[in-house]
């Protein structure tokens, strides 16, 4: 107990060091530019505390249940040597942790008010939740047979863009978009955990080059699936007419209304739903197809345990924190009419929110330490945080300028296809898993609502065209900086 609680202790010294950035960015916006105080001041610092104790229980919950879960049911299946059953397992895993994802429903939910119900959320979800099972199955069969993951990225990232030429512009964003969230907070520490159990469990892998990769490959495919569903099922005339955005219902008065024991076993009993399909499925396969009890039980409860209050620290601290201070930054942003201080806080904040990001983080420490290659942790995620900053900055430069996002995307993507042929083949796949991971629990709410704030607020934009996209753009520029890093430090060498 006693090393429980001095790990607890560290990990909060350690998120709430992580939330630095954005403390630094959002008082120096407050009082430098705007010269003001928020109104809602006390209950923006009780929800940036209660997002500090979310991330703590959220990483000690990756720590002591679901890394070593992962790891332990990699092994399991591999003794078993059944590569379907394998694989069939991957596919339920996906499934259910993408159906369960609060991002993934969000954005749907969001797409479909906005397009007032032309666009349904649910098939939505179906969509991306089949998309990450088919990927997850296909990861496990490719890590297991050493197939080289840079042939196969390269040629997804073809495929999107070539489908992207055919696709309803309005379609676009949502659809890079929802590659973006699909790589989430409850579906990337699980497949993460496979990928390195099974580099590990099998002689002669490597974790980075053989281990990562599951989560830049379950980002390609909602990409596609969502573009051949506004091809097939939508049409090429969807989104052309104007869309007005319709608010969704504010959850945050639910929240400033009080606190009770009522209220917040409530909460969190509907956080634990969320996470029931991914329990069910690995205790339908543990104790029915692997037909052994769980390794260290008490560490996976624990771990599910700390995942639960962690997840529901972050919605409350969200809502009371990060979104209505990022609603009111955004509204004076827009009100001043200078486009400098709204790309400085585009970048700011995508920097300053991948910085505090728990799951890359979590995903990079892990990386050290089970690779055999010495990664600086520190020097990593500066290099996603930057990548981040610019990305978020030249999606905000889109949606001011009204530039088509095929074209820049197709760019950006060429450029990423080529720094995979030149980069080392052992940094690859772990570089496009960090694009992946940087769209996670805090960065998606504020950067997907700044899109559409901005894109409602501009004359001539349209919502559903323009507003989403964000997140793509903040999941690719990762993958360049990292990329680009390594390829200088391999010249060096």
């Not at 069969?141 to 055919?166: A, E």
Request: charged content about 10%.
């Amino acid at each position: 107990m006693s090393d429980l609680i001095k790990q607890f202790r560290h990990t909060f010294i350690e998120s709430s060091v992580n939330l630095i950035p954005i403390l630094l960015i959002i008082v120096g916006f407050q009082l430098f530019v705007f010269q003001s105080v928020p109104e809602n001041v006390i209950s923006i610092c009780i929800g940036f505390f209660i997002v500090i104790i979310g991330v703590t229980f959220f990483l000690m919950g990756l720590e002591i249940g679901i890394f070593p879960l992962g790891n332990n049911l990699s092994s399991e299946f591999l003794e078993r040597k059944s590569i379907f059953l394998f694989a069939l397992f991957g596919f339920a895993l996906g499934f259910s942790a993408s159906i369960a994802e609060p991002a993934i429903i969000a954005v749907a939910s969001q797409a479909g008010e906005i397009s007032k119900g032309a666009l349904d959320p649910l098939t939505l979800r179906l969509i991306i939740a089949t998309s990450v099972g088919l990927i997850t199955a296909f990861g496990i069969v490719r890590t297991i047979l050493g197939w080289n993951i840079s042939i196969i990225i390269i040629v997804g990232y073809v495929i999107v863009l070539v489908i992207t030429y055919f696709t309803p512009p309005a379609i676009i964003g949502l659809a890079y978009d929802s590659g973006g969230v699909a790589t989430n907070v409850a579906t990337v520490p699980l497949i993460v955990a496979l990928g390195i159990g099974i580099a590990s469990a099998l002689q002669g892998r490597s974790v980075l080059k053989d281990g990562f990769g599951f989560v830049a490959l379950a980002a390609i495919t909602p990409m596609i699936s969502i573009q051949l569903y506004g091809i097939f099922a939508l049409g090429s005339d969807f989104g052309t007419q104007t869309i007005e955005f319709v608010a969704a219902v504010d959850d945050e008065a639910h929240y400033q209304e009080g606190f009770t024991i009522i209220k917040v076993i409530t909460d969190l009993f509907k956080t634990f739903l969320n996470l029931v399909p991914i329990i069910a499925t690995i205790l339908i396969f543990q104790y029915l197809v692997i037909k052994k009890p769980l390794a260290n039980i008490s560490g996976v409860i624990f771990g599910f345990i700390f995942l639960v209050i962690g997840l529901y620290g972050f919605i409350v601290g969200i809502k009371l924190g990060l979104f209505p201070i990022g609603e009111s930054i955004a509204g004076n942003l827009v009100q001043m009419n200078n486009v400098f201080f709204i790309y400085l806080f585009a970048f700011l904040i995508g920097f300053g929110t991948t910085m505090a990001e728990p799951a890359l983080v979590a995903v990079i420490k892990q990386a050290d330490k089970m690779s055999s290659v010495r990664l600086n942790v520190t020097i990593i995620r500066l290099l996603v945080a930057i990548g981040v900053g610019f990305g978020i900055l030249f999606g905000a430069y889109k949606i001011v300028n009204g530039y088509n996002i095929w074209l820049l995307i197709t760019i950006l993507y060429s450029i990423v296809v080529v720094l995979t042929i030149f980069a080392p083949k052992q940094i690859v796949a772990f570089a496009f898993d960090l694009g992946g991971v940087t769209t996670s629990e805090i960065t998606v709410p504020i950067v997907t609502a700044f899109g559409i704030f901005l894109a409602t607020n501009i004359e001539g934009r349209n919502v559903l065209m323009d507003g989403f996209g964000l997140i793509a753009f903040a999941s690719v520029f990762p993958m360049i900086t990292v990329m680009s890093y390594s390829i200088i430090m391999n010249l060096k060498k």
